[in-house]
């Protein structure tokens, strides 16, 4: 089997899926703008061949690189990136090299736009706020009028993490508009609640191998804006809600081999023709794993190997459903280097030194959400999770 994987390098700890995938014996080639000098040894060690690219947003470049992989070793069986950003590019070149494994291109858009998610959302009956696309000022305020502030207005299309915005009242919504950035966007109703992600891994019909639960700070956005300091664990077991709604939104979106992150909001009131305070709503769909080091904390959490369930999927078209051990909560707690902290890297190392099992200084792009050090540690209960992020997270 020939898989080329996009951007293996990047985040660092993706290089596992083509560790796994070389284990399993599928010939792996990478295919990215990083040097081949810069590579990990062991993710060289993994790859068959690699081939640089200046830019991987010029598609001919992209073209002529899974041109030259076919040419030298035959029929191309997948293209990966477990990238939302290369969401696009992948499913180009898959429909161009007569690819049929992962997304194609008529496909993309319910899972790039947040307009067109709604549809599939409606479609598998899973509940979600009301949202319009955003035109002009006068029917903002005429959706305002009906679903009340605050509202939440994001981009259509992309990374919407630094363009949303929480609108609390007409004088910042008219402000909105006078500073609006180009491109599409959306309003969205409001749902005040917990952030929950259903991260599963499925096969080739659609059926979940791996799932999980992973809970979030109710504003990311918050947390970036303000550069607040940042804590979420991945959960000991799934709520069975949750667990339906998630293989109810794979199934309404058509969802199948792939590594999928599923966001929801456990509602913190009611919410006419929405839910329950309790329930869950959908807020988006993403076709890759959860970001930062979310797979590794599923590892922690639940004693398994996901970069190897994925593999499995692929190379072996594995459809047995993996139950981990259910070990406890994996948290993680991160510090800013623009705070001072009442405890200092060794106390707090030295105090859960057991516990700790992944600790590290964050660089590049990330640390805007992440912070400039992480800390990721297990315990078998809610309460000690907390205790844990307090005393990291304790400030002078």
């Given at each position: ?58 598609y001919d470049q992209m073209f002529r690189a899974v041109a030259f992989f076919s040419f030298k070793y035959g029929k191309i069986d997948w293209i990966e990136s477990n990238a939302d950003h290369w969401l696009d590019i992948d499913a180009k070149l898959r429909e161009d090299f007569n690819i049929k494994s992962g997304v194609q291109g008529n496909e993309v858009l319910r899972f790039r736009s947040k307009h067109e998610m709604k549809k599939f959302y409606l479609k598998g009956e ?271």
């Amino acid at each position: 089997m020939n898989l080329i994987f996009v951007h293996p390098e990047f985040p660092s700890n993706f290089k596992n899926f083509c560790i796994a995938l070389h284990k399993d014996g599928v010939n792996v080639l990478g295919l990215g703008s990083a040097s081949y000098d810069d590579l990990d040894p062991d993710l060289r060690e993994a790859l068959s061949e690699y081939y640089r690219v200046d830019d991987m947003r010029d598609y001919d470049q992209m073209f002529r690189a899974v041109a030259f992989f076919s040419f030298k070793y035959g029929k191309i069986d997948w293209i990966e990136s477990n990238a939302d950003h290369w969401l696009d590019i992948d499913a180009k070149l898959r429909e161009d090299f007569n690819i049929k494994s992962g997304v194609q291109g008529n496909e993309v858009l319910r899972f790039r736009s947040k307009h067109e998610m709604k549809k599939f959302y409606l479609k598998g009956e899973i509940p979600t706020a009301r949202q319009e696309k955003l035109t002009d000022l006068a029917a903002a305020e005429k959706f305002v009028g009906e679903v009340g502030y605050p509202v939440i207005v994001k981009p259509d299309v992309g990374d919407t993490s630094r363009l949303t915005r929480k609108i609390e009242n007409e004088k910042a919504l008219k402000r909105f508009f006078e500073e609006r950035p180009a491109g599409d966007f959306d309003i969205e109703q409001f749902l005040d609640g917990q952030v929950c992600s259903y991260d599963a891994i499925l096969d080739s019909v659609g059926e979940p191998l791996f799932e999980s639960e992973t809970v979030w700070p109710s504003s990311l956005v918050k947390v970036m804006t303000e550069q607040l300091d940042l804590r979420y664990y991945v959960a000991a077991e799934v709520p069975e809600e949750l667990r339906k709604l998630g293989r109810r939104t794979t199934k309404a979106f058509g969802m199948k081999s792939r590594f999928v992150h599923l966001e929801f909001i456990r509602l913190a009131e009611d919410y006419e023709g929405i839910g329950k305070k309790g329930d869950f709503a959908g807020l988006e769909v993403n076709m890759r794993p959860a970001g930062g080091y979310t797979t590794d904390m599923m590892n922690f959490a639940h004693s398994t190997d996901v970069y190897q369930i994925w593999a499995d999927m692929i190379a072996l078209d594995a459809r047995v459903l993996s139950c981990p051990k259910k070990d406890g909560y994996c948290v993680y707690a991160g510090r800013r280097d623009r705070y001072s902290y009442v405890h200092s890297d060794e106390e707090i190392r030295k105090r859960y030194q057991s516990k700790i099992l992944m600790n590290t200084r964050m660089t590049g792009m990330f640390t805007h959400l992440l912070g400039n050090q992480m800390y990721a540690a297990r315990f078998q209960t809610k309460p000690e999770i907390d205790e844990f992020a307090d005393f990291v997270q304790k400030k002078r």
